[in-house]
């Protein structure tokens, strides 16, 4: 076990990376009680695959709704689904399940390898993150097709074949990733449409939108019927969203060393913004 000491604050104490002592675990789940900020504990399930580069993040909300966030370190992808259940007394007894793919900014995430090597002391502490990164909006301008979806990451396909359809991206992002991959963009073609010229079973041709944000949001529109602007929000409430550095005593005198001692932990929400056929697809949103 790294020497730790007295200066480097109490989160140490209570988690501490072992990086020495812990080799050659795969099968690693860790389970975090984290207080939201409405006072609930929601536990978290955080695990990490090191041979795939991926760490996957699981909770259930208090609502019900359960989100999993997957972030594929590779490829600069992270998706975040989200389950939603049905709200019976209106008539819905199904559930929705929705999947929102965005780019991954590097050091945003401890990397996978050390996901897998983190150890609480204390199962059972209740815990907060140290810092609040708020709130990003981000506007789904495209759909992805699921079943060409591997192109971007090749976890997609499996994670989020239940959400049919309800698979977004954005543009700025494929951009991103084009370049990333050294390929055009218009090799995406194939696995991504824009919303605008989206065929939907309910909506005529001459119902076709041309700007996804003229639309209204679906806040402020009535019929059940009509297409609008989604608004759903996610937030990801305790995550290692990077690693501290403590300071000790070197191999020689007077030398000084510094080493992974602990994790820094953060608190962020995303707030998707994207299109749906009918009012009825978004009902939490008024
Ligand atoms: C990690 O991913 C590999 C390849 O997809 C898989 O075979 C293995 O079972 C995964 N490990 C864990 C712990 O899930
Ligand atoms: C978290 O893991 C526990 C134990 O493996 C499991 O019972 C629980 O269903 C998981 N929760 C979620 C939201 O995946
Ligand atoms: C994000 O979206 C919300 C709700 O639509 C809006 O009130 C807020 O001003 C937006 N923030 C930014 C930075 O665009």
Not at 76 to 91: A, D, N
Not at 172 to 200: C, M, R, V
Request: hydrophobic share 35%; with cysteine.
């Amino acid at each position: 076990m790294m020497p730790y000491t007295n200066s480097f604050g109490r989160f140490t104490y209570a988690f501490v990376l072992f990086l020495s002592v812990v080799v050659g675990f795969s099968d690693t789940q860790l389970v975090i009680n984290v207080r939201n900020q409405g006072g609930d504990v929601v536990q978290e399930n955080i695990s990490a695959n090191v041979s795939d580069d991926t760490v996957t993040l699981e909770f259930q909300r208090s609502d019900g709704t359960l989100v999993t966030q997957l972030i594929d370190f590779k490829n600069e992808v992270q998706v975040l689904k989200s389950l939603i259940l049905g709200e019976e007394e209106r008539g819905q007894s199904q559930y929705q399940v929705m999947c929102f793919i965005f780019h991954f900014p590097k050091d945003s995430f401890i990397s996978s390898d050390a996901m897998s090597k983190l150890r609480q002391k204390n199962p059972g502490t209740i815990r907060t993150p140290e810092e609040d990164l708020g709130r990003t909006n981000r506007t789904m301008d495209y759909v992805v097709f699921v079943q060409h979806s591997g192109m971007i990451s090749p976890y997609i396909p499996d994670l989020c074949a239940e959400a049919g359809t309800n698979v977004y991206a954005r543009h700025e992002d494929i951009i991103k990733w084009a370049a990333l991959q050294g390929i055009s963009e218009t090799s995406y073609l194939t696995a991504i449409k824009a919303f605008p010229s989206t065929p939907n079973l309910f909506l005529s041709n001459d119902l076709r939108i041309e700007d996804t944000s003229s639309l209204p949001s679906c806040t402020d529109t009535k019929n059940m019927l009509t297409q609008c602007q989604c608004h759903l929000e996610l937030c990801i409430g305790w995550y290692p969203c990077g690693l501290k550095y403590c300071k000790g005593k070197g191999p020689t005198k007077n030398s000084v060393m510094s080493y992974r001692c602990g994790i820094k932990t953060c608190r962020t929400c995303h707030l998707f913004a994207y299109y749906v056929a009918q009012k009825q697809m978004c009902l939490w949103d008024e």
